[in-house]
């Protein structure tokens, strides 16, 4: 499965953006897709993940009720619409395939995209 993400960008506090991963391969209904962020000098911090089927969604918690993913299994996109960001949310912004459904740690994943950079702005 080759990932690529998308849709990053400077992004005002309070607005909204919307980040897309788009995936190869015919096998993508079946990983669970992950969000992850990594803000310079920091470790890479998972922000979510969707399970399989899209049935279920886990966030941490400094995004939950402000970012939400989908995922278009038709269209092989998952996506993280981010509500309300705040200038904490500036980071670089991963996608990633897990075949264990709904993990948060990053070593479970086995497929990641390069990164889109997003920015908020105060």
């Known amino acids: 499965v080759q990932l690529q993400a998308s849709g990053g960008g400077l992004v005002q506090a309070g607005g909204s953006l919307r980040l897309s991963c788009a995936a190869s391969?015919?096998?993508?209904?079946?990983?669970?897709m992950g969000w992850f962020r990594q803000a310079p000098g920091e470790e890479r911090e998972f922000v979510g993940v969707?399970?399989?089927?899209?049935?279920?969604?886990h966030y941490v918690d400094s995004v939950k009720g402000r970012f939400t993913i989908s995922r278009d299994n038709a269209k092989n996109t998952v996506y993280l619409q981010m509500n309300s960001p705040i200038p904490e949310d500036t980071a670089v912004y991963y996608c990633?395939?897990?075949?264990?459904?709904?993990?948060?740690?990053?070593?479970?994943?086995?497929?990641w995209g390069q990164g889109t950079q997003v920015t908020v702005s105060s």
């Open positions: 990633a395939a897990s075949s264990l459904n709904g993990s948060s740690w990053p070593d479970y994943y086995d497929y």
């Open positions: 391969g015919r096998t993508f209904s079946s990983y669970a």
């Open positions: 969707i399970t399989w089927s899209g049935g279920r969604t």
